[in-house]
């Protein structure tokens, strides 16, 4: 099944304790990206990448940083989370940038007290 | 960063009647116009695009329309039924980077 996921669905950590949110897609997509979402503001870009060892910041970049050493994985990385990283992320993938559909992961809740 | 306004933020319907939601952007390289569903709890999906050089696209009862001039672009859904009770997010591609409206949270009156 052609699919994005992600892991973990939920997490609660603590300020500063670095965690990572793995996504994965089966579908030999190039374009690979971060969202996160927060009430009344939509969702808003991490980071991209158009293909594998191509990454760029997105529009909220600070406090994050990602990898793409294979094609079908994206990592995101919180070196030192803290409260205000707390949302609904999301990772999506499209075969190609901006002319094919995106397909969203089904979410990661984080919550960072 | 690039900013897409999106109108109204929520809208209430009888079911049977039309819903209308509008987005506007500001770059004109802007090529590629995608609006997203997203079911309560559930992840955002793609229900139509546009590109650039197209003025208007249907999908059955959905419509999107786009005028490059004025850089608004409008989603048209006809004949709303009480499970298009969602929220639509517009979106815009521009130089490899995704830029969402706010949201619009329509809901269908049976």
């Known amino acids: 099944e052609a699919q994005v996921t992600q892991n973990p669905r939920y997490l609660i950590t603590v300020t500063g304790k670095k965690l990572t949110v793995t996504c994965s897609q089966n579908?030999?997509?190039?374009?690979m990206s971060w969202y996160r979402q927060d009430p009344g503001l939509g969702l808003r870009q991490i980071y991209y990448?158009?293909?594998?060892?191509?990454?760029d910041k997105g529009d909220v970049p600070e406090g994050y940083k990602v990898s793409r050493k294979e094609k079908r994985n994206f990592p995101l990385i919180l070196e030192s989370p803290s409260p205000n990283q707390t949302s609904l992320y999301f990772c999506?993938?499209?075969?190609?940038?901006?002319?094919?559909?995106?397909?969203f992961g089904p979410g990661t809740r984080l919550t960072v007290l | 960063g690039e900013n897409v306004e999106q109108h109204p933020s929520t809208l209430s319907v009888q079911e049977g009647d039309s819903a209308v939601i509008k987005c506007t952007y500001s770059d004109s390289a802007s090529n590629y116009f995608p609006w997203y569903k997203q079911e309560l709890g559930k992840r955002p999906q793609l229900i139509i695009d546009?590109?650039?050089?197209?003025g208007e696209k249907k999908d059955q009862r959905i419509a999107v329309t786009l005028n490059k001039t004025a850089k608004h672009f409008s989603l048209h859904i006809t004949e709303t039924q009480p499970e298009d009770s969602a929220v639509y997010f517009c979106a815009e591609y521009n130089f490899n980077k995704f830029y969402f409206g706010s949201g619009t949270k329509l809901n269908v009156k049976p």
């Open positions: 579908m030999n997509h190039e374009y």
């Open positions: 999506a993938s499209s075969l190609t940038a901006g002319r094919s559909t995106q397909y």
């Open positions: 546009i590109r650039s050089n197209v």
């Open positions: 990448s158009m293909n594998v060892e191509v990454t």
